[in-house]
Each structure stands twice: as structure tokens, then as C-alpha cells.
């Protein structure tokens, strides 16, 4: 449903966006992560047709989005970082103004703004001014405002950055819901473990480079990918220290505990070599009573390309 | 109803702010109109002509109503003017720095009805101010017997005044990058264009007053505002002349009413905004004017220069209040004065233009961002090289013909002047042609080239540093130094383009002038000095935009 190829944005001599490619199935939540002048807002604004790329091409479906910008924009629901509302309307009213701009009638446009107001648990609000309401609250009005003309495709920045865990949940819910109903919908978040449980795919971003993309599996289970094991042992074992230090795949030991029973181990060979390592342990005389590997978390990986790890510039 | 009118209603007109906003208009206005109107229909104090005693003669509503009018539409203007246009400026700079422009950006309205909610929504309240001074205008009218045909046309150019204002201040609010700035910059350019250029206008461009309601206030309103009873020679020498000087405005060799005039003026500027505003709501990142809509523009704003001098060049009359204090009946018989004036309207109409220009390469010529994606779309797409038309494309092209129209309209006025029977100039046509286009030419190719390899600090630092720095320098020498450094100073004032009109007719009309020899060899070096700098500009910026382009 979205489709973003070779995009470049230069501001000035700055190049905010490098030669970024990635799609987004319809109906799936796709998530974009990076730190702080990654180029993520950059991308969702262009996507949002409010800043216009220096090179590049990005499509809605079969719509282009430079060059058929009015269709793009009715397609199209908007919802960045930090909630701006008009603080002097109420809320319902603020939803209407945008029912109405998208050219509803004043019938269609009280069902829609019911609606939203309901999706977004805002109808109790409904009546407030936009300047009463907290962060969280306008973040939700904004998002009631995004849905009133029925957008097939959602683009939202950190749409959870100011909300409180509960509303967090809700609205990562209430993203979920609107995407099993066949809604697109792109987001960026520094909330990660946010991602992990709403986004379908995700990818993410440094330096204005989509540095990995894929679905959390694809991306979790490379083979470039470092994993943790953790081990829990009978009784001490000196010797281990120095078995880790001469093993070529195993870095990182780091015990857990003071009687040294428990450990934590960084693997970054291939997956399959796990079950040899173990085996390894045990000849040695190891008297292992728990060994689990800790699958590598979005979180671990966003970390590590933050970092500027080598095995992820060499896959991009 | 537009949803961004219905938007600034019901922000800015809820109960709260209907009796606050109402209460303090009605308040204002009736303390206003009812003091000039009881202070106006008092009788005044007058000598008796036969037996030479004070009397004072009896009260009258009529002058009580026309003295208040005035002030009733000074507040009337305070309202919407005023008030008006500088919450159109705040609140679009502030939307465009808060996100919410952005918001509107992305709805399917038309521009155009995006343009009309701003302008018409945003000063809700100050519409409903205005609205409460109504039946103070019903009154005057009434009572002080103002002919309703003279009224209507006020007021029309009274409401065509405020929207282009308020789409002034719109426009500066889309276009101009940093939001704080917006409404720094929207104060600046409607005192500019508003206050500054009008007055402009008295010394002989004309069309520049009619950017205000001045003109029709003081050609249609004033002379019905005369107090009853009192005869027209008894009016201050002043009120005659200014009342008497809007009546018409003299245009190639016809005679416009201030109205037509004001609605013309004021229609092309709301024309350029409303292209402008058009664009902007498009696609933000286009420039303000197309080439073409450029060059239209300009191109009018030559043909209301010309019609507006070419009474003051072909038949020495000027309009304007200063004008008329230059024109060349005011000096039969002292060439040196009427020289004078002769090279300060032409220096004002060159100034004017090479301003005008300035704008329009900083508007549509590409930088080096715009042009590096026309470039990259050019590739994209297997073109040939980048549409001459389209934004990205280099605008030497553009530069050089809003600069041909300039040099015409220049030429026509000179030969309008050495066929006249009024002015008598010491030198040829060509002689008087020749160094201004060089000047103008170069002047173009150094600024086109400067605007297409920097961004706006470079550019407008270059400009700075360029035209006004010798300007202060020469002005600190002047003071201090002046007579022994006439050269320099000459020379300091000729790397300006501004300044090269004035320098060159002097010297060009040295004798008529009595000017010394050696002045006048000072004045022909500054000319040589300036198309020299102008020249290396135009060649060095030029070469090396050329080398970052091939690179």
C-alpha cells in the first residue's frame, strides 16, 4: 500500500534522507525506529505530502504521491509528534472542522465525529476546549480528528510518546483494531517495545538510511544477529571464564548473581551452533541446570545499530 | 459555509467574547462620535464682517455628523486595518510554527477557499467590532447629508484596502521561512507597502498612493465633509489643494477617478498575493511566483510606471503634493533645479524597478536545493535538460528579460524627454541609455548567479555587505571627510546600482548643472569605478556558479 523508493531529502547541503526504500503491505502496522535526526519524521512528513523530496518516488497503491498529491492527501490521515490543537475550539468541533474540510455533510460529519470520538474514548470530552485537555488527551483528540474522513492510510509520529501506560495500551489496541480492519498504517516510535508488540514489520533507521527492514522474525532471528544465553548453574565453575575468552563465538560473560551460579552469556555465531555449546559445556563438567536462549529484543538491535554496529552497515 | 470561517467564528465569537468584544466597540465608538459630533455641531466663533464683533453662529447636526465621520472611520480602520491584520499575521505564523498549517495543508480543500477562511475567519471579532459602529455610520450619513454614490465607493475601496492587507499579512505568514520573523516581516512590509510607498507617490509615481483609501477619502469624502455654510474660497489653502489634486489621476494621457485607479492598484496586488497564497497552499516548497506570473507582473508594474510618469516627462507635470513643487512650470527659467527634479523621479522609477527585480530573482531563481532536484528529475524522467518554465531551471534567461522591460520602459521615458518641449537635457540618448543597461545587466547577472549558489543568509548577506556597507561608509567619509574625499565618496556610492542613475545624469548634465571640472571628472570615474565592480561581480559569481554546476 505504501511504497517508498530512492527517496532523497536534502535540506540545504544536509541530507536529512539517503536513498530510503521500503513498502508497507495494506493492512499491516509498520514501524520505524532510530534515534533522534534519523530522518523518520522527514520520511512520514514526506509520505504526509508536506515536504517534497529531492529525488525519489513514494505511491498510495496506484497513486503517486508527487505527482497526484490532492488524491494522496484524501487517503491520507496525519498525526505528528506533538499534538498542536486549535485550543480555543472544543473538541467535538475540532473533528468537525476536519469532517468539514474532507467535505462531509452535517449529518455524514456528527456520525464521524461520534465515531472517532468513541474509537478514541474522547466522547465524555467531547464538549471540553482543546486547551483543557492534557498531552495524552490532545494526542487522542488528534487522533480522533486523523480518523473522521476514513483514511485508508495512517501515518503517525510517536503517537504514543505522551500518553500514560493504560492510554498506551488503548491506543496500541485501538492501532491494531483500525489495522485488522484493513487500515495501513506507518509508525515511528522511540517507544520500542511499543513496536514490538503492535508492528507487523518495522525498520530501522540511522543516519537517513534504512539500516534493516523485515518482519520482527526476519530481523530477530538473522544470523548476523547476536542472542544472549542464559545459564544457570548446579555449583560454581572457575574455569569457565577462560572456556568463554577461547571460545570464538561466546564474548560478553557476565554473572548474575554472587555465587556465581548464574551467568549470561552473548552469542554471535549461527543459530545452530547453540546446541553444540551446550554440549561442549556439559563434556567439560559443567553442571548446567538451566539454559535458555534470550531471543535478541528490537530493543537489543535498535541499541546495537545506535551503537553503530559493523554487522548491520555490512548487510546495508 | 467555509469550515475555516465557521473555524475563526467559533473561536473568537463565543458568548464570552460577544459581550466583551461588543460592549468594548459600542463603548469606544459612542464616546468617540458622540464627542466629535457635539464638539462639530457647536457654533463656532467667527468675526462679524460688517461690525468686526465675535458671534457665534448657531448649532448645526450636519457639520456635527461630517466632523464625526471621519473620526468614526479612523476607528473603523483601527478595527480592521489595523487590529485586522496583525492577528492574520500572528495566528498564520503561529499555525505555521505550532504544525496546524499543516493540518490544512493536507485536506482536499481548494486553496482558494483556504485563502478566503484565513482572511475572513481569522478576524471574526474584529468583523463583529465593526459591525457595532454601523449604526453610527447609518447616523452620520442620515444627519450630515452625505450623498450615498460618494459613500459607497469609500467604503468599497475601504474593504478592498482591508483584504489586501489581511492577504498580505497571509501571504508573509506562508512564505516566510522562520515563523517568528512572519509577523516581524508582515509589520514591515504593509508599513512598506502601505505607508512608505504611498508616499512615494507624492513625488510623482502616483499609482503608489492608491495602495491606501487616501485618495478616494481625499478626492471623494473630504469635500463633502466641509462644514455647511461655509464657502469653498474660505478653505485652508492646504484642504483646497489636497482636495482638489484626488480628483483625477493623470495616466499616459488620460484622467482616471482615485476610485478605478485604487481598484487597479489594489487588484494587482491581490492578484500577485492570491498567486502567491495559491501556490503556497499547493505545495509549500514551490516559490511564491512562477516565472510567468512573474514576468506578468512585472511586466504591469513597468505599464503603471510608465502611464503614471509620462505626463511628468513628455509635458513636465508631476502629480503628488511634492510633485507638483518639481514640475518644470514651477521652474520656467532655472534649468538647474529642473534638472533636479527630472533626476530624482527617474532615479526613484529606476530604484523602484531594480528593487522589483531584486525580488523576483530572489523569488524564481532556483538555489542550489530547488535546482539539484531539477537536475535529479531531469535524469529521472530522460529529459533533454530542465523545462526553461519550470521552477528548477536556472533564471539567467528570466533575469535578463525582466530586465529588457525595465531598459524599455527606461528608453521610452528618455525619448519621451528629449522629444519634449519642456525639459532641455545637455546629452543624447544613447549616451544617457548606454551606462544604465550596463549597470542593469550586470547588476542582474551578479544577483541571479549570487541567489543560485547560496541560501538566504549568503544571498542577502552578499546584498547587505555589497549595497548598503559603501552607502554607511561613504555616508561616515561624508560627514567627516567630505570635501577632500569627494571621489572616494562618489566612488563608495556608485558600487551601488541605486546610486548610478543619479551619478550618471549629473555628470551627463555637468554643464547645465555648473558643475566644477574636477567634479565632474570625479563623477565620470565613480561611473567607470562602478561598472567595473558591477562588471567583476557579474563575471567572477557567474564563472563560478558555472564550475559548481559542471561539478
Known sequence: MIQVEDLKIHYGEFVAVDNLSFSVKKGSVFGLIGPNGAGKTTTIKAIATLIEPTYGEIKLGDTSVLHEPEEARSMLGYMPDFPPVYDDLRVDEFCDLFAHAYGQSATERKEKVDLALAQTDLTDKRRDLCKSLSRGMKQRALLAKSLVHDPSVMLLDEPGANLDPKARIDMRNLLRKLADQGKTILVSSHVLTELEDLCDEIGIMRNGKMVVCGSLDEITQSKHTQRTLEIELLKSFPELPQWVEQHATLSGLKETNESKTHFQIIHSGSREEVPEILSQMIGLGVEVTSFTTRKSKVEDLFLEIESGSSSFDQDS | ?551
Open chain 2, 1 to 551: 459555509m467555509n469550515p475555516l470561517i465557521l473555524k475563526g467564528i467559533r473561536e473568537n465569537l463565543r458568548l464570552k467574547h460577544l459581550v466583551a468584544a461588543g460592549l468594548f466597540s459600542l463603548i469606544v465608538c459612542s464616546t468617540l462620535y458622540l464627542t466629535a459630533y457635539l464638539n462639530g455641531s457647536e457654533g463656532k466663533w467667527d468675526r462679524d464682517p460688517i461690525t468686526n464683533d465675535w458671534v457665534k453662529s448657531e448649532s448645526s447636526p450636519v457639520n456635527g455628523a461630517r466632523n464625526a465621520f471621519t473620526f468614526l472611520l479612523a476607528l473603523q480602520g483601527f478595527y480592521l486595518m489595523f487590529l485586522g491584520t496583525g492577528r492574520v499575521a500572528s495566528i498564520t505564523a503561529e499555525e505555521r510554527e505550532s504544525g496546524l498549517l499543516d493540518y490544512q495543508h493536507m485536506t482536499p480543500m481548494n486553496p482558494l477557499s483556504k485563502i478566503a477562511g484565513y482572511i475572513f475567519g481569522i478576524p471574526a471579532r474584529e468583523y463583529y467590532m465593526f459591525f457595532f459602529t454601523l449604526p453610527f455610520l447609518g447616523h452620520a450619513i442620515l444627519v450630515g447629508k452625505l450623498p450615498l454614490a460618494n459613500i459607497i465607493q469609500l467604503y468599497s475601496v475601504f474593504f478592498c484596502s482591508v483584504i489586501l492587507y489581511h492577504l498580505t499579512a497571509h501571504a508573509v505568514g506562508l512564505v516566510v521561512p522562520k515563523p517568528r520573523a512572519a509577523s516581524w516581516v508582515s509589520r514591515i512590509v504593509v508599513l512598506g507597502l502601505y505607508v512608505v510607498l504611498p508616499g512615494l507617490g507624492q513625488a510623482g509615481i502616483s499609482f503608489l498612493s492608491f495602495l491606501t483609501i487616501l485618495p478616494t477619502y481625499f478626492g471623494k469624502i473630504l469635500p463633502i465633509l466641509q462644514r455647511d455654510g461655509i464657502e469653498k474660497s474660505s478653505r485652508s489653502v492646504y484642504e483646497t489643494k489636497i482636495t482638489d489634486f484626488w480628483q483625477d489621476v493623470p495616466f499616459f494621457n488620460l484622467t482616471i477617478s482615485p476610485t478605478t485607479f485604487t481598484f487597479l492598484m489594489q487588484g494587482l496586488l491581490i492578484l500577485t498575493l492570491l498567486v502567491t497564497g495559491y501556490r503556497k497552499w499547493k505545495n509549500q516548497s514551490l516559490p511564491a511566483l512562477s516565472k510567468a506570473s512573474a514576468f506578468v507582473i512585472f511586466f504591469i508594474f513597468q505599464f503603471l510606471l510608465l502611464g503614471c510618469l509620462w505626463t511628468f516627462f513628455d509635458k513636465g507635470e508631476a502629480s503628488g503634493l511634492i510633485g507638483q513643487e518639481f514640475s518644470a512650470n514651477s521652474f520656467k527659467g532655472r534649468e538647474d533645479n529642473m534638472i533636479g527634479g527630472l533626476i530624482l523621479v527617474i532615479s526613484i522609477f529606476f530604484s523602484l524597478s531594480l528593487l522589483f527585480i531584486l525580488c523576483l530573482v530572489n523569488i524564481c531563481c532556483p538555489n542550489r536545493h530547488l535546482y539539484l532536484k531539477g537536475i535529479q528529475r531531469v535524469a529521472k524522467f530522460n529529459l533533454p535538460r530542465i523545462p526553461r518554465t519550470a521552477d528548477e531551471s536556472s533564471g539567467l534567461g528570466f533575469s535578463l528579460i525582466l530586465g529588457l522591460i525595465n531598459l524599455f520602459t527606461y528608453s521610452a521615458l528618455i525619448n519621451l524627454t528629449l522629444n519634449s518641449d519642456f525639459w532641455v537635457l545637455g546629452s543624447s540618448f544613447l549616451s544617457l541609455c548606454i551606462i544604465p543597461a550596463a549597470i542593469l545587466f550586470l547588476t542582474i547577472c551578479y544577483l541571479q548567479a549570487s541567489r543560485e549558489q547560496w541560501f538566504n543568509l549568503g544571498f542577502w548577506g552578499f546584498i547587505g555587505l555589497l549595497w548598503i556597507t559603501p552607502l554607511l561608509a561613504s555616508l561616515v567619509l561624508g560627514v567627516g571627510w567630505g570635501e577632500e574625499n569627494i571621489g572616494v565618496i562618489l566612488k563608495l556610492l556608485a558600487i551601488n546600482p541605486l546610486s548610478i542613475i543619479p551619478i550618471h545624469w549629473i555628470s551627463e548634465n555637468s554643464e547645465m548643472i555648473g558643475l566644477p571640472q574636477n567634479l565632474s571628472q570625479d563623477f565620470n570615474s565613480a561611473i567607470l569605478f562602478g561598472l567595473l565592480i558591477a562588471g567583476l561581480f557579474a563575471i567572477i559569481l557567474q564563472a563560478r556558479l558555472f564550475y559548481l554546476r559542471k561539478k
